[in-house]
């Protein structure tokens, strides 16, 4: 994302906050929910929670926490519930220890001979994989191309690989790989419907543990909703639960009055 500010205009409203422990991300753009939300505020005191969700309304978008199980309190569930915001579901967290001995698939998950998993290198690449991960979650082409200039900035970002995985010399899924020091992340994936269950995001899972492997990382993180697909897909490629955490959604009828900033 702070590649994204960089781009002029600041068309999707992006903005970032961070206050002591606490970290949290925007986008004024409704269909961006994975841009919308706050990490660390699990047993932060109510004067804290109050300026993060503050942060939100500002630009009048309800607040959105992950809250983590350690550290929770009834207390902490009080203030948060007189701010607003209400449990609205769960997001698991998933790791393994590097270096993973990957596991054989069986035939029903196996990638056929026509597909070839290739690390993104030219804009038209680019376009393909901004075309996938957005079109996946219903954008219509017109947003896409509107977004194109602010994805298009993640390719210069360090720290980042991009993956496609090709069908019949069409690209078909699209995935991305981050990693800083010794820490690797599964970062965001989709693949398009018609070449669904065919093992392509397993696939994709077992390039990028590879290479975060060959990149020297010893830990690799992944996320995924709440017994989805994806969180199948990464078990079954040796990853394992580390904790479920709480996602805590302000009403919107619930938006405290905040002079825009």
């Known amino acids: 994302m702070t590649h994204s500010l960089t781009v002029p205009g ?93 596991a054989v698939p069986g035939a029903a998950d196996s990638p056929s001979n026509s597909v070839d998993i290739r690390e993104v290198s030219t804009t038209a690449e680019q376009d393909a994989h901004i075309d996938i991960l957005l079109g ?5 082409a017109e947003i896409i191309d509107r977004l194109r200039p ?36 599964l970062e965001s994936a989709g693949t398009l419907p018609a070449h669904r269950r065919r093992g392509l995001q397993r696939a994709l899972v077992q390039r990028r543990i590879v290479d975060a492997t060959a990149l020297g990382c010893r830990i690799i993180i992944g996320g995924a909703e709440f017994e989805n697909e994806s969180r199948t897909n990464q078990m079954a490629c040796g990853l394992s639960v580390a904790y479920t955490a709480a996602v805590w959604r302000q009403r919107a009828d619930a938006l405290l009055a905040v002079d825009g900033s």
């Open 136 to 140: 996946v979650y219903g954008v219509p």
């Open 10 to 102: 600041n068309a999707e409203g992006y903005a970032l906050y961070r206050d002591g422990p606490i970290r949290a991300v925007l986008s004024t753009n409704p269909r961006a929910g994975w841009a919308t939300q706050a990490f660390g505020a699990t047993g932060q005191p109510p004067d804290a929670l109050r300026r993060l969700v503050e942060f939100f309304n500002a630009r009048r978008a309800p607040a959105r926490l992950r809250i983590v199980p350690d550290g929770f309190t009834e207390a902490h569930a009080d203030a948060l519930s007189a701010l607003g915001l209400r449990q609205v579901a769960f997001h698991t967290i998933l790791w393994a220890a590097l270096p993973l001995p990957l």
């Open 150 to 185: 602010l994805r298009r900035a993640w390719f210069g970002s360090p720290g980042r690989r991009f993956y496609l995985a090709w069908v019949d010399g069409q690209p078909a899924a699209g995935a991305a790989l981050y990693w800083r020091d010794e820490l690797a992340y």
